[in-house]
């Protein structure tokens, strides 16, 4: 059974990214009923920011003791992640960039099986990017941050839906067919 982690990146725990959540919930259990899912929201699990102090550099863990371990652990079981995230000014909510940079604490191993070349293969994260649509300055900033941080933790983007100026969200503005069809 696949395991699947649908990551919530807002900081409104009713907000539009939940709808589209229970809206692919609904839809992986009906279509993929082989998919185990889990749901993380960065609203409902404080993660505090990265301090920059790289203690990471030498244990491995983090000196910050919150919810990112579950995060983490989250993400290692994973076979795939779908982040459902706002855009911001261009860029993501500050609390999910919170529990981005704290992928800080990953990148040090990371840098060591790179450089024995041991890295392990990418999992697919699917991205669904969120907004009004109205900053004349798009969603680049999120997509560049999401691909950046989320290769430290072993997914690589694979597709993107953006669901910027919908106002009346409907099942077929998920593209769920095109994204998830015949992946587990």
């Known amino acids: 059974m696949a395991k699947w982690l649908i990551l919530n990146g807002s900081p409104r725990i009713n907000g539009q990214s939940?709808?589209?959540?229970?809206?692919?919930?609904?839809?992986?259990?009906?279509?993929?009923?082989?998919?185990?899912?889990?749901?993380?929201?960065?609203?409902?699990?404080?993660?505090?920011?990265?301090n920059g102090c790289e203690f990471c550099n030498t244990t491995d863990e983090?000196?910050?003791?919150?919810?990112?371990?579950?995060?983490?652990?989250?993400?290692?079981?994973?076979?795939?992640?779908?982040?459902?995230?706002?855009?911001?000014?261009?860029?993501?909510?500050?609390q999910l960039k919170a529990v981005l940079d704290r992928f800080q604490q990953v990148y040090w191993r990371y840098t060591r099986q790179r450089e024995a070349g041991?890295?392990?293969s990418k999992r697919p994260l699917s991205l669904y990017i969120l907004g009004d649509g109205g900053d004349p300055h798009?969603?680049?900033?999120?997509l560049a941050t999401v691909r950046s941080s989320f290769a430290i933790v072993g997914f690589k983007v694979e597709s993107v839906v953006k669901l910027i100026g919908?106002?009346?969200?409907?099942?077929?503005h998920l593209q769920f067919e095109e994204v998830f069809s015949c992946k587990g």
């Open 18 to 50: 939940a709808k589209v959540i229970r809206m692919l919930t609904l839809l992986i259990e009906n279509k993929l009923p082989d998919v185990e899912l889990e749901v993380f929201e960065v609203a409902r699990h404080p993660v505090e920011g990265c």
């Open 62 to 94: 983090c000196i910050i003791e919150d919810e990112m371990a579950e995060l983490l652990d989250l993400l290692e079981e994973a076979d795939r992640v779908v982040l459902v995230t706002p855009t911001y000014f261009a860029g993501v909510p500050s």
């Open 118 to 120: 041991e890295l392990p």
């Open 138 to 142: 798009g969603y680049e900033g999120v």
């Open 166 to 172: 919908i106002t009346r969200l409907k099942s077929e």
